[in-house]
């Protein structure tokens, strides 16, 4: 089960994205950016770790299938929404990036890159669903992170990932779907599939591609058997969802309240964690 103080932590967040000029000026402040296929978010939490700023930016073209395709893109709308920030008090100076699972190298080192060229000091890159655990508080099952281009699973025993997977379906698939089907461009097909009064209407159409999901899910947790899913990321935010995903792979299947918001927070909350580790090192140091 999800427990009640992370989807309250969650819920702090999502009205903290209405920034109001009330900043934390002189408090430590640790953020994290999660550059998505749909959507950009950044998080900013307090030496608490409780949330206290965030934005989010449409970012359809920058970010495709896990990769950082277009970089200018990219590093324009992390530079705006730290600028955002600034304006409304919340003076982030570093923050802490992530990458889809399996993704390594110079890919991976991309998504820091991004925050480096937007004026951030870079605290540390971790993959997306090991940052939601953080926010979940999970200590066994796995977290699948359904974004706009890639479904992503983390599988967790003891509170330590013991396997990691990404592959190509996400969200955008599902904008495909309806585009193709009513004769729409995908931004249209975007704008219907998140209207909360045509989603049951369009549940039939896009059932398929949730079966892919949950397809891709159940294969790669044959060798990973877990008792429940937390589904997170934007995708998951569709409703009905996670009965697919149950009924496919036969496990307890659980959804926060924001699914879209999980993985910027526990990004957030990697970085405090991280400074953390750092200022004590270095004060044994001395």
């Not at 955008?172 to 209407?201: F, N, P």
Request: charged content about 15%; overall charge negative.
């Amino acid at each position: 089960m999800i427990k009640d103080s992370a989807n309250q932590l969650l819920l702090a967040f999502e009205s903290s994205l209405v920034l109001n000029g009330n900043g934390h000026r002189c408090e430590p402040l640790f953020a994290g950016v999660d550059l998505g296929t749909a959507y950009t978010v950044t998080a900013v939490v307090d030496a608490a770790g409780a949330p206290v700023a965030g934005a989010l930016t449409r970012s359809r073209s920058s970010v495709r299938d896990g990769l950082v395709l277009d970089y200018v893109s990219a590093i324009g709308i992390v530079r705006q929404q730290v600028k955002l920030l600034h304006e409304a008090g919340f003076h982030i100076t570093s923050a802490a990036a992530a990458y889809p699972p399996g993704t390594t190298g110079r890919n991976a080192q991309t998504f820091a890159n991004v925050l480096a060229a937007a004026g951030l000091q870079v605290s540390g890159l971790i993959d997306e669903p090991t940052a939601a655990s953080l926010v979940l508080e999970i200590a066994d099952g796995a977290v699948v992170d359904i974004g706009g281009g890639t479904t992503g699973i983390s599988v967790i025993r003891n509170g330590e990932v013991v396997y990691t997977a990404d592959e190509a379906t996400g969200g955008i698939h599902v904008d495909l779907v309806i585009a193709g089907h009513y004769k729409i461009s995908t931004d249209e097909a975007e704008r219907m599939k998140t209207d909360s009064q045509q989603q049951s209407t369009l549940f039939p159409l896009v059932r398929p591609v949730f079966q892919k999901m949950a397809s891709i899910v159940r294969h790669h947790l044959q060798q990973h058997p877990v008792v429940s899913l937390y589904l997170v990321g934007g995708t998951s935010c569709f409703p009905g969802i996670e009965q697919v995903m149950e009924m496919e792979t036969g496990l307890s299947v659980e959804r926060p309240v924001t699914p879209l918001l999980v993985t910027p927070l526990g990004i957030a909350l990697s970085c405090l964690k991280t400074e953390r580790k750092e200022s004590g090192r270095m004060g044994k140091t001395r």
